[in-house]
């Protein structure tokens, strides 16, 4: 895959149609029965929590990466990863796909001792947007709660 490379429409499609499927599925949030865990799995689906699942977490991955994921802060202060004090997390919840554009909410871990368990993460109002050309690979994490979407 040549990465940012706008001539070719067809180069983010299969990363954007996973991620359409799972914006979709947020939208229209249901628990459903077991199923294979894969990321196009056609419904959000809950371990052992009562509570509905509303995301399904992804981690990002780019082309120039070299196999460590995509990372954003976690506020929407100025800041850069790796800078002192910074949080960041690599874990986004997708909020809307245009083409080969999507938008993704930053989630930060889910701190509160009573809660974490059975809600890993929690909303940030950190949002980015990301050209898919240059997404190499995607990877799921378990459908969750999260409060605040």
Request: charged fraction near 15%; hydrophobic fraction near 30%.
């Amino acid at each position: 895959m040549n990465c940012g490379n706008n001539n070719d429409k067809d180069s983010c499609r299969c990363i954007s149609e996973i991620l359409q499927v799972i914006n979709v599925l947020q939208q229209n949030a249901e628990c459903g029965d077991s199923c294979l865990e894969t990321c196009d799995r056609g419904f959000l689906g809950c371990n052992t929590t009562t509570l509905g699942c509303n995301t399904r977490p992804v981690v990002l991955y780019t082309c120039a990466g070299n196999g460590t994921p995509w990372s954003m802060p976690t506020t929407r202060e100025n800041v850069v990863c790796g800078d002192e004090g910074v949080v960041c997390s690599n874990v986004f919840r997708v909020e809307k796909i245009d083409g080969c554009c999507a938008t993704f909410r930053v989630l930060a871990e889910n701190t509160d001792p009573a809660t974490s368990a059975t809600i890993p993460y929690v909303a940030t109002n950190s949002f980015f947007t990301m050209n898919l050309n240059c997404v190499c690979a995607l990877r799921c994490l378990p459908d969750t709660f999260v409060e605040c979407i």
